[in-house]
Every structure is written in C-alpha cells, then in structure tokens.
C-alpha cells in the first residue's frame, strides 16, 4: 500500500523492505506523515512495526526502498536528521549510572547541546513528564511509568519536529497511560509531529488521526480511524455470550447478522442494523447480549484475524 | 496520580531550535562518549585510585624486595628496578582491557547505554572510537600515572626522563582496549573474557619480558614473543626508565599502534552490524 505523498511531509517512506536471513520483516512498506500529525502504525506482535522505524530512523539499513525523514534522506543522511528527532525505543535504555537530572543533560550532550542550557531545561522537561521532584532519583528507583515518561522527556531534549514512539505505553496501569496519552497531546497540540506503534486500539483512536494497519510486514490498511470504521466494517456490533450460544449462531447467525465470528463462548454478530437480531434472542433467556458501536478493535480483527501471534 | 497538577504545557513549541543545526556541528563526538564515561567514574574516583594505587605497590613491594632478595642484579640493575618497568606495562594492559571489556561490554549489552546514544546524532564509529580512547587512553593514564608515582616514591626512578613513559602508557593503552574492543563487539556474554584473559592476557604477560628477560626463554618461544605487543611495550618503557637506549623504538611504537588501529577499526565494523543490523 502506498498513499501519495503531501509536500508538508515530515516523513516519506516507499517501498520499504528488509529480511532477516532471508526472512521477510517489512515487505514493501510505503507511507508519508504531514507536519502536525499523529500518525499510528497498528498490527500484531511481530508485524514489522518496530524494524519499519528503524528503518525511518536510520538505525537499520533496508534491503530496498526509501526514506525520508525531516527533508534528509535515510540512512544517508540519518544521523543529520536525527538532530530533529526524538526517540521512544520499545525498550527503555535510560542510562543506570546516572540521576534523572544526569540522564537528560547527558543525552543533551550527544546533540552538542552545553551543558548549561542542557541544565536550564531540565526543570521544564521533568515539570512536563511529572517529574517534578524525581530530579535527584536514580533511574532503579523509578516506577515502570515514571521511566516511560523520563524517557519521553529525554526524546525532547533537542525540542524535535517530530517524535517516534515505539509502543509508548505497553505494560503501564490505566493511571500511567492515562497520563501518557495527556502528555502526547500535548506535544500534539504544541505542533510536534508524533509517529507511534500500539497494539491498543483505543490509544490509537483516541490520538491517531491517522493510523497504518500492519501484518506480516504488509501495510493492508492506512487511513483515519473514522473512515476505515465505516469503510471496512458493519456499525453494529452484538455481542452474545452465555449457555447455548453456539446453538443460537448456529440457527440464527448466519440469518440475523451480515457477518458472525464465534470465539471462545461468544459470538461477535456485525450488522448494519441490530433490530432483528435481538429480536431472536427472544426465546433464549440463558443468552446476554451487549450492543455496541463498532470500533477500531473490530476492523482490526478483521483485518489481522483471532489468531494469538507470538 | 498525585503529579497531574503540576503538569504544564509542553516547553518550546518551535521544533529543533535546540537541536544545533547540523552544519553548525565541527565537534568531536566521541568526545561526548568519553565524558559520559567520565562522569560515571568521577563517581567512584576514590576507591578506584586506590586501587589504581595500592595495586601496583603490593606487586612491587611483594615481588620486588620480596624476590629481589633472591636475585641477583637482573640486566644489570636491581630486580625491583627491572620489574617496575614490567609491572608499568603489565598494569596499563590490565586497566585498559578491564574498561574495554567487562565494562564497555555492560553498556553495550546489559545496560543497552550504546543504543541510547545512537538515538541522537550519533553514529556506531563515535561511540566505539569514544569506548576506545577512554578505556586507551584515559584510564590506562590513570594507571601508568599511579605506578610511575609509586616508582618514585620507592626511588626506582628520579629526574624527569621517565615522565616520557607517559605517551608509551597510552600506546600501550590504545593497542589493548582496540584489542578488547574486538571481544566485547563479539561476544555473548561476560564468559569470553575469562577465556580472552586465560588464552590471551596472560600467556602475553609471561612472554613479554614483564618478570624476566625475554632472552632467557627458549629460541622458538622468543620469536613468538616478538610479535606480542606487549613485548615492544616493554622494550620501550624498560629502556626509558632504566635510561638505557631504545633499540628499535619506531619498530616498537609502530607495532603498538597498528594492533590498537586495526583492532578498533575491526570492533567499528562488527558493532555495527551487531547493533544496526
Ligand atoms: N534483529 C533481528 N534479527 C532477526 N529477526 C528480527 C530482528 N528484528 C526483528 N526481527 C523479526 O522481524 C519480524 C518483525 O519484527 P518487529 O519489527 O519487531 O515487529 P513488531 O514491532 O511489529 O512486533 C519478526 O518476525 C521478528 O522476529
Ligand atoms: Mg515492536
């Protein structure tokens, strides 16, 4: 999939490919970010989504296609357009040896940055990802969250045009994404551009105005959550759980709705109109049912399948 | 959460005003590797230069007066004065191969603190270059610095001469930690370097003229030994501070040298197909 590329672009990739020993990771990538927006890259575990930033950020060369990052092409000229970067890594690699103060004015120090304006920002920086009185903690110290937002603080040392974020929020409390997402946009509404991975699909409603749907290193979907909501699937969705459900889907899924997915002890009944439907389930009184609001979630599934990747 | 309130709006809206454009960069990035090296170890200076220090003093003490007492006057000097050349040597060896082992290799693959760095402008040759001259050159000073003063303390050597030990400490210093570089780049895990020591540090140790002269070893064992770098190491440093003249000091620093180059410019290549790949 490729979509065509706006002149305000901050990012531009084409094309992309990359294998591991002769295993495909990323099989002809290609999308382009504007200026200001955030962007997601969705998809199961192992969908290429980490090695395509990578790829963007010029830390992994790629096989064949190309990039372009902050008008500089990568990796050519990687290491100039990082001065424009920020970097979330999937993994935290916050430096151990040192404070939180130290871990931010030593990255400061890596883009050339004195020490001293390096130290006048720090205030802000720690104000900004909450914290404010962590200044003198050791990174041991540090609670899952408070590392991720240190590490969101250290991307913003060099005040980059945009950020990439490699699963910014997996494996925090609600409280922690919560927070999270409040402090992206705010960086949204400051103007960054911010270009992140999820597997969350509320994460990526909630900020994304666009995402990129991944699997098996194909981008198979690339436009905003809205419109792949009413291009790619029904409005409604039933979901029917409880003792008999299988002999329900059996007699009336097919009928009652235009697509039914059994998983487990529940039925998932998309449809354009849930009426009739329920209407069935009234000689079933075992049987609940929850009627929602198709999301993001469901054109994911469908796209990607159940199935448990590892 | 407690912290919500004292959330402010995200600092400089500007984008890459901070970020020194990157033309305006004429800097020396490894630079940036070595201070960060630096400040870790300002850290924990004391007990490190104690260490820098009493080290060298025990082997000197113990073995020099100790053993010395046995010996006869070795190439014509006191064994205390031979050895302390040796130990010179040996010591500097030992601190560089230290940091550009057990500790560079920390940073590359258990605290990851290298692919930090590669998240800014930073390329894979600044970091390792970076690892090369601080584990080469600033801690084999360190520790050449302490045994030197050590020799003067025991007046093993006076005047100003030895000071010009100095530059070949860090010859020295920059031959082992490009070696080293090679076996943290590879390795796995910590174990290769218990072997790098048993197969390759200490055998060099014993051959290269450190305890006893060379020429006292067998014929074939002395050829090998002349293409171990320490040997020329040890050429220069003994003859400098026994103020003898050095025989073949542009053959001996040029050895020195290319291990250093052609092993960092060796560890440059594998880090980056370990880390970019
Ligand atoms: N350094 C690597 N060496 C070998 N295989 C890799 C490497 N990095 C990623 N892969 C493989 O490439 C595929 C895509 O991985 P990745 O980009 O990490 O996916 P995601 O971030 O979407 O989970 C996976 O099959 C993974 O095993
Ligand atoms: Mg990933």
Known sequence: MTDPVPTAAVLAVRELRKSYGGVPAVRGVGFAVPAGECFGLLGPNGAGKTTTLRCCLGLTAPDSGTVELAGLPVPQAAREARYRVGVVPQFDNLDPDFTVTENLVIFARYFGIPAAQARANVPKLLEFAGLGDKATAKIDALSGGMKRRLTIARSLVNDPQVIFMDEPTTGLDPQARHLVWDRLKSLLNAGKTLILTTHFMDEAERLCQRVGIMDRGELIALDSPRNLIEREIEPQVVEIYGDGVRDWAAAFGRTASSRIEVAGETAFCYAHDATALLATLDGWPRLRALKRAANLEDVFIKLTGRDIRD | ?277
Not at chain 2, 19 to 30: E, L, S, T, W
Not at chain 2, 117 to 131: C, F, K, N, Q, Y
Not at chain 2, 229 to 238: A, E, F, N, Y
């Open chain 2, 1 to 277: 959460m407690t912290d919500r309130s004292a959330l402010q709006p995200m600092p400089g809206a500007s984008g890459g005003t901070l970020g020194v454009a990157p033309d305006a960069q004429a800097r020396f990035r490894p630079l940036q590797v070595i201070g960060r090296n630096f400040l870790v170890w300002r850290k924990l200076m004391f007990s490190s230069l104690v260490g820098n220090l009493v080290d060298p003093l025990i082997f000197l003490v113990g073995l020099g007066y100790g053993l010395g007492a046995f010996l006869p006057a070795l190439d014509g000097v006191p064994y205390l004065n031979f050895l302390a050349a040796g130990m010179l040597c040996y010591s500097t060896m030992n601190s560089a191969s230290f940091e550009a082992l057990w500790s560079a290799y920390s940073r590359l693959a258990v605290q990851r603190t290298w692919e930090g760095i590669l998240h800014a402008p930073m390329t894979v040759r600044d970091v390792v270059l970076g690892e090369w001259l601080w584990a080469g050159a600033c801690k084999a000073l360190l520790s050449g610095v302490a045994i030197l003063l050590v020799m003067y303390g025991l007046g093993v050597v006076d005047g100003l001469r030895p000071l010009t030990v100095l530059p070949v400490v860090v010859l020295i210093g920059l031959c082992f930690s490009g070696i080293a570089l090679v076996v943290t780049t590879l390795a796995r895990s910590y174990d290769s370097f218990t072997y790098y020591f048993t197969l390759v540090i200490t055998p060099m140790m014993f051959l290269s003229g450190v305890f006893f002269p060379r020429n006292s070893l067998p014929e074939a064992i002395r050829l090998v030994a002349r293409v171990l770098p320490l040997s020329h190491g040890v050429d220069l440093v003994r003859g400098i501070t026994l103020g003898r003249p050095l025989e073949h000091p542009l053959l001996n620093i040029a050895v020195l040298l290319g291990y250093g180059l052609l092993g960092v410019a060796l560890a440059i290549r594998i880090a980056r197909r370990r880390l970019t790949k």
